[in-house]
Every structure is written in C-alpha cells, then in structure tokens.
C-alpha cells in the first residue's frame, strides 16, 4: 500500500524537524514545499507532502498513517 500525508507548519525549525523525522521514518517527499501566509495567525506556514511504500497491509479508512 502506498501512503500519503500532508505535513504542515509554522515557518521554523519545528517545521523542518517534522519532516525530518518523515525522511529518517522511511517517508519520501513528494512534490514541491508550500509557503503560504496564515491571515489569522499572521504568520508564515510551510508545507510539504510525503509518501511511503508500507508492506504487508491494506488501507482503510481508520488507518493512522502518521504510525506507518
């Protein structure tokens, strides 16, 4: 099964530490990051999307693809 997620953002260190967690779990990046500004929190988002080739298992729906 392949599995897609979105991670996403404020535009700091944290950020960069989420994804970087993604990569050292087996996850892949897909596409190009987003940067956007958040109009209520007047702050800079980033995002970025990740994939993974997880083994052995079917998807459905209750499926916690952060714990894949």
Request: some cysteine; proline content about 4%.
């Amino acid at each position: 099964m392949k599995v897609y997620r979105f991670l996403t953002g404020p535009d700091d260190a944290s950020f960069c530490h989420k994804v970087t967690l993604a990569l050292n779990k087996g996850w892949s990046l897909h596409g190009s990051p987003t940067y956007a500004f958040n109009a209520e929190t007047k702050l800079m988002q980033c995002g970025q999307a990740v994939v993974k080739e997880v083994e052995g298992k079917e998807y459905h729906p209750d499926i916690k693809l952060s714990e894949q």
